[in-house]
């Protein structure tokens, strides 16, 4: 199926998303406003309910086409749910073709609950870097916005109150939309966002900072430009989808936590279960250690079970609590580590720092348990392919005498790799 719409290449467009069957008013107005300093508006129309009173880009006949049922047919199911998920394929679908068509450089949406899904799905589908702005009328309260948001860079901006028409609030806040799409998309040039050096990858977290900012800083003097990564559950996976997009030519994977937290169900566990794969599925190489894996972090210490209480833990503000897995934990927190390195199919080399995997881990320090750690290194090394190069150093993991041999086999390696 081809779009309906054509017109010169020249200046920058906006793909504006909106259900103009229940906000088109409110979407027009954003249309000439953005227009009104100079950037093209492509529209999308997402609604199911009525077609739009005016033209329209990319209708939403087209969009339902995209999801995969004639919108005739899937409205005539009676089922609103399945209309709207047609809807968010579609514009998904749409979205994506038209990016990669080069036809428009940023993206737009207003909605409630219904147009953000729809709007988010779309822009969680473009690469990092893109400009994407959602007005909605959910962005507040005690919404959750990681299903929204993803790991993608999307800006939510909140309408106060609801789109139904336009008023002297409305306005300004569609005014202030339509001024903040424009100013990001007004210096984008190509494609992919460019980096300076050789763009690397590294995942860090608090209790592994010192570690990750010297080797950051060697790094650095080498050419490297590295981009950080939190680990705390949506980081990591930033990390492994900018990784499939070929945003990174080596990756620094010092900080394992997400995967430790994940397997106990914590609040910083990966949120998805593909952590520490795409290095090794595309190839590229990888130096990893396993930096804060042997905790979880879990909410106030008042609202901690006894069994969590029992354990050794810190309190590391009044809102979380850091607390130690036991030595079964760790074990099996090994066996998904050494699996997951085991398919890797480019050079990967594993650095073990036998005195602590972070802050507070280390002699003396609240933490401080080598039974557990020794359980994961046991099993880890178990279970380890002899593919997978492992290293144990005699330090700390943010004493230099650990981050710096690890640095330098990272840099040795892309050398190799390199040439």
Known sequence: MTFSFQWPLMKKTVLLIAT??????????????????????????TGILAPPRVGVDIDQQQVAHRGGIPLKEVVATGDKGKCISNMIRGAEATSRRLYDEGRFEGVIAIGGAQGTEIACTAMRALPMGVPKLVVSTVASGRATFGPYVGTKDITLMHSIADMQGLNFLIKRILENAAGAICGMVENVEGRWMKAEGIPVAMSMLGTTTPGALRCKRILERQSFEVVTFHQNGTGGIAMEDMIREGAFKGVLDLNLH???DRFVGGLHGAIREDRLTAAGDLGIPQVVAPGSINYVVLGPLENLSPEWRSRKFIVHNPNLTLVRLNSQELREVGRLVAERLNHAKGPTHLFIPLKGFSYPDREGFPHWEPEGNQAFIDSLKADLKPSVLITELDAHINDPEFIDPVTEAFISMMKDYMK
């Open 20 to 45: 103009f069957d229940t906000k088109e008013e409110e979407a027009l107005f954003l249309k000439r406003r953005i227009e009104a300093r100079g950037i093209r508006v492509l529209t999308m129309d």
């Open 258 to 260: 997400e995967i430790g």
